[in-house]
């Protein structure tokens, strides 16, 4: 049966969302104010990482980029896909210790992983700084530029796009700001960090991260995506403003440089010195650094749980209302893997990742809508 559906938010998790439920046979109107792509996923890095800090976690990441893998081939070459690999750097012992139960999580998930001990490490990367441990290389990561991924999905859908905001959900109804009113059997919120002003009942908070891209040369010259093996456990264990090493190669030989990790700020404004310790733990790996130029800095707002995993699913408490909120910094890798749990939840295709709970009666005393 055809029905109407109303995609809130035309960011890369809404516009795959769009994709997949017009391939269902709906309807689809998607509503945004700003531009396709313009808000949370043109201020990510653009990468496409499996991570495993939970099974679920890895689920959706590694099953997203088998979903990428498949997306590439249709991607306009202004997307800038490819699969450069992300290198995990250990800085000791303790953290090489890690490498091997990591790479056994992304085998048994499918994907390729590589043990590096220091001499690897330094041939595969050689301008990282001496007496580094080791590290894993996962080949099958990648980078994109999503913003342009965003608009290819959403036109190659058909969609409607609807320029305004969204002021208020009734049953079966959404009002715009600009007195409009829209009616669909299905709604989906994926508005990021804007959700909560629709459905204060989340359990979403916003996450500041600060980026900065360097102009062409005059920078080290990288081949992989480099992240600390370390990155959550002496950068983001806690609530406090955090800062780790990830550094990305861009097609373009520029270099694309985070990251940083502030809860509850919602300025958009340059935090200063929490950006230069976010240089320096760079140029702590990367010495190089220290030479290259800035192009531009820039920060960004992602939504994000308490458990790290975006919320997927029906609202308990509001039918016909649908969520595809809270990926944190993994919207950009996770937006196809969302799309095709959301089209499980609505009576698509079976998907491998229904049988983690991404849904948000994952959380207890979710109040009950009146």
Not at 241 to 262: E, H, K, M, Y
Not at 313 to 339: M, N, S
Request: proline share 6%; with cysteine.
């Amino acid at each position: 049966m055809i029905r109407r559906a109303v995609i809130i938010g035309a960011g890369i998790v809404g516009a795959a969302c769009a994709d997949s439920l017009v391939r269902l046979g709906h309807q689809v109107t998607v509503v945004e104010a700003g531009p396709v792509g313009g808000g949370a996923t043109a201020a990510g890095m653009g990468h496409l990482v499996v991570m495993d800090d939970s099974p679920a976690q890895l689920a959706l990441t590694s099953r997203s980029l088998e979903r990428w893998a498949e997306l590439a081939p249709h991607l306009p070459a202004a997307a800038e896909y490819r699969t450069c690999g992300t290198l995990w750097v250990a800085s000791d012992a303790e953290e090489q210790a890690g490498v091997l139960p990591k790479r056994a999580a992304y085998l048994a998930a499918g994907r390729e992983a590589e043990v590096l001990d220091a001499g690897a490490l330094a041939q595969c990367e050689p301008e990282l700084r001496t007496g580094l441990a080791g590290g894993l290389r996962v080949p099958g990561d990648g980078v994109v530029y999503a913003p342009v991924v965003a608009r290819f999905l959403l036109e190659r859908s058909g969609a409607a796009l609807v320029r305004a905001s969204v002021v208020g959900l009734d049953d079966g109804t959404v009002r715009l700001s600009d007195g409009r009113t829209l009616a669909a059997e299905l709604i989906v919120v994926a508005s990021g960090v804007q959700a909560t002003d629709l459905l204060p009942e989340l359990p979403l908070r916003s996450r500041q991260g600060h980026l900065l891209i360097t102009e062409r040369g005059g920078g080290p010259r990288i081949r992989h995506q480099l992240v600390e093996l370390g990155y959550l456990k002496s950068a983001h264990a806690s609530d406090a403003d955090s800062v780790a090493f990830n550094v990305q190669p861009r097609p373009t030989g520029q270099l694309l440089i985070g990251s940083s990790r502030q809860f509850g700020r919602t300025s958009r404004e340059i935090d200063w010195p929490l950006l230069r310790r976010m240089l320096e733990r760079a140029a702590e790996y990367l010495p190089a650094l220290r030479r290259a130029s800035a192009l531009r800095i820039w920060t960004g707002q992602r939504s994000a749980t308490t458990d790290h995993l975006p919320i997927i699913g029906p609202h308990p408490a509001r039918p016909g209302v649908y969520l595809a909120v809270g990926h944190e910094g993994l919207g950009i890798t996770t937006a196809l893997g969302t799309a095709e749990l959301l089209s499980a939840h609505l009576g698509g295709s079976a998907s491998p990742l229904s049988a983690h709970d991404f849904t948000l009666e994952r959380f207890s005393k979710v109040p009950v809508h009146a």
